[in-house]
C-alpha cells in the first residue's frame, strides 16, 4: 500500500529586517503552548541577508524624490524567490494601503497550508517587486505603524487561536465579535454584585432559550450603536428571497 503523508502543519513564513521581533506574543500563551507541541510552525527570513554590497544596503532613495526610503526590488524579490518557487501559501504584504483585514479573511488564510508575510520598512516597497513576485497587501487598519512585524503579528495572531486544537473550548471562536456579522454580546461572571451592579436576570435563569435571545438581542444593540456598516455589509451578502 502507498504511505500516506501527514499534512504539513499550518506554516508563516515571514520576511523581515527584524527577525528577533518574532515570536514574540505568539509565544506566549495558546498560541506558544500550539507553536510549542509543532501544531503550526513560524520561520523568519532575514531580507537583509539577500543584499549583495559590501554594507547590505536593502533601501534606496525614492524615485521622483521626496522623504523616507524605499526597500529595493532586487532585495526583497530575491529573498521572496528562497522560499520554495513551488510554495503555494498566499503571498501577503502589510501595508496600510490594503484590503481591511476580516474574520472572513482570517477564516479563509486560516483554512490553508499557511502564509508568507513580508513586512515593509521605511517609506515603503518598489511597486515592481509587489506585482512582479503577485503580493496581497492586507491592512489591519486607517494607522501608521513604524513596520509590518506589529501588523504580521497581530494577523498571524487571529489566525493561529482559530487553527484546530489551539483554542481548548473550539465554540470560543464561534460565539466572537465579526463572526456572524454582529459585535459579540456583554460578558458576566461571579460575583454576583459587583459595586451594586447585578449580573442580568436572565443569565442566572437556567433557561438557554431565554439567554440565546438575550445574547443575540444585546448583540445586534451594540451593533446598531458601534457598527451599523456591519449590518449594511451582512445585508449586501444576504441573497434575496423567492
Partial sequence: MPETSEK??????????YPDM????????????????GDWRLETVQIRDFATDRHRTVDDTPAGG???????????????????????RPRL??????????????????????????????????????DARGLEEVSI??????????????????????????????????????EGGLLEHPHYTRPQVFEDRDIPAVLTSGNHAAIARWREEEARRLTVERRPDLLARTATKTPPKG
Fill in 8 to 17: 504539513r502543519p499550518f506554516t508563516a513564513t515571514v520576511l523581515t529586517l
Fill in 22 to 37: 518574532f515570536p514574540g506574543h505568539l509565544g506566549l500563551s495558546l498560541a506558544g503552548k500550539a507553536l510549542a507541541r
Fill in 66 to 88: 521626496g522623504a523616507g526610503m524605499v526597500l529595493k526590488p532586487d532585495v526583497l524579490a530575491r529573498a521572496i524567490d528562497s522560499v520554495s518557487a513551488e510554495d503555494n
Fill in 93 to 130: 504584504l502589510m501595508s496600510p494601503r490594503g484590503k481591511p483585514l476580516t474574520q472572513e479573511k482570517v477564516r479563509e488564510l486560516a483554512g490553508g497550508d499557511g502564509v508568507v508575510i513580508v513586512c515593509g520598512r521605511f517609506e515603503g516597497v518598489d511597486q515592481r517587486v509587489i
Fill in 141 to 178: 487598519g486607517d494607522y501608521i505603524l513604524s513596520g509590518g512585524e506589529p501588523a504580521a503579528s497581530i494577523l498571524l495572531d487571529a489566525i493561529v487561536r482559530i487553527l484546530p486544537g489551539v483554542m481548548g473550548n473550539d465554540l470560543s471562536g464561534v460565539h466572537e465579535s465579526f
